[in-house]
């Protein structure tokens, strides 16, 4: 069964980049046809999806983020990567890796953006 798991900094000051990094075990990340997915709960809101990157390496993100949004991945590790570009503070949230097709999830990991 495969696993998902994120990483990266708790705290982000406002303007800078954001980048956080899933390794993923049990599968490969180029496996036909998964998508690799990151979505984002901000506090007492729902969720919001943020993009994807698919098997083949082609993204895909969501039009309200697009213009600061780039996910990568490192074949070699197993793992892809989100940058999200010049931060507010309403980019604080519980940010979560996921293969939605199969209902697997990170367990998430908390990000605040603040001075």
């Known amino acids: 069964q495969v696993q998902l798991q994120e990483s990266g900094p708790g705290l982000v000051k406002p303007s800078e980049t954001l980048s956080l990094t899933c390794t993923v075990s049990?599968?490969?990340?180029?496996?036909?046809?998964?998508?690799w997915n990151w979505i984002r709960q901000p506090p007492g809101k729902g969720l919001e999806w943020i993009g994807y990157i698919a098997y083949s390496g082609s993204t895909y993100y969501s039009p309200s983020l697009k213009s600061r949004t780039s996910i990568s991945r490192d074949t070699s590790k197993n793992q892809f990567t989100l940058q999200l570009s010049s931060v507010t503070p309403e980019d604080t949230a519980t940010y979560y890796c996921a293969r939605l097709t199969s209902g697997s999830w990170g367990q998430g990991t908390q990000v605040t953006v603040s001075s």
């Open positions: 049990g599968g490969s990340i180029t496996t036909n046809y998964y998508y």
